[in-house]
């Protein structure tokens, strides 16, 4: 912000220390009339609808960045939404596996424990 400010203030010493150099009569013709003013006016004027012509357009830019960060916002939040659902979905479906693996478990186990039996049988 700083920075910025310090360029546009030498920015507006050298125009007008250019305007106050170049301050002779000159006629200005606008199609529709003829003008006759110092030079330094024309200069200073046009600085000034220069800036003015920059700051309307960034205005519009501003909006439109605006508008498009509120835009992508809503679609992040709606993200987020839709992530968090599908991840209680996945926890559930892990629970389910973990519970199936619970009932599958003792009966392998009982397998197994027959199975050792069995060998220590025959030995």
Known sequence: MQKSLIVVLITAVIVAVF?????????????????????AVVILVSAVIGALTMYILNAFQAAKLKKQVKQLSKKLIDSDSANA???????????????????????????????????????
Do not use: R
């Not at 200005?28 to 030079?39: P, R």
């Not at 991840?87 to 599958?104: F, G, H, P």
């Open 19 to 39: 305007a106050v150099l170049n301050a002779d009569p000159v006629s200005i013709n606008l199609i529709f009339a003829k003008y006759e003013m110092s030079q």
């Open 85 to 123: 659902k599908l991840q209680a979905s996945l926890d559930e479906c892990k629970k389910k596996e973990d519970a199936q693996k619970n009932i599958q478990n003792p009966v392998i186990e009982n397998e197994s424990s027959v199975a050792q039996g069995n060998e220590d049988a025959t030995n």
